[in-house]
Nanobody, 123 residues
C-alpha cells in the first residue's frame, strides 16, 4: 500500500503558477496509477489529472487541459502537479490519490488518499 502526503498549496493571484507535490510512502509506489482531484466549497470532488504507473500516459480534465501538467518521479516516490495560469475557479482543496490498474476519473476507484492541500487563487 501507499500513503500519499500532499504539499505545495498556498494563496496566489490569478495568472500565477504553483506546483503541488505528493510524496507517497511504500515500496510499491511505481506500481500505482496516481491522480489529482480537487474539491471546492459546496461542490463535489472532481477529477483533475492522472498519470499511469510508468508516467507514459497522462489525462486531464477539460477545465485544466493546457494549464496543468502532471508528472511523476518513481525514484523519489513523488507525483507533481504543475499549475500555470491559475484562475479563481481553481480554488479548492487538492487531493492526491493512488490506485492499481488503469487510469480512472472516478474518485471512488482510488483506494489511497492524502489529506489534501489548500489552493486559493485571488482575482
Amino acid at each position: 500500500q501507499v500513503q500519499p502526503v500532499e504539499s505545495g498549496g498556498g494563496l496566489v493571484q490569478a495568472g500565477d503558477s504553483l506546483r503541488l507535490s505528493c510524496a507517497a510512502s511504500g515500496r510499491t509506489f511505481s506500481s500505482y496509477t496516481m491522480g489529482w482531484f480537487r474539491q471546492a466549497p459546496g461542490k463535489e470532488r472532481e477529477f483533475v489529472a492522472a498519470i499511469t504507473w510508468s508516467g507514459g500516459s497522462t489525462y486531464y480534465a477539460d477545465s485544466v487541459k493546457g494549464r496543468f501538467t502532471i508528472s511523476r518521479d518513481n525514484a523519489k516516490n513523488t507525483v507533481y502537479l504543475q499549475m500555470n495560469s491559475l484562475k479563481p475557479e481553481d480554488t479548492a482543496i487538492y487531493y492526491c490519490a493512488a490506485k492499481l490498474g488503469l487510469v480512472s476519473v472516478r474518485n471512488d476507484e482510488y483506494k489511497y488518499w492524502g489529506q489534501g492541500t489548500q489552493v486559493t487563487v485571488s482575482s
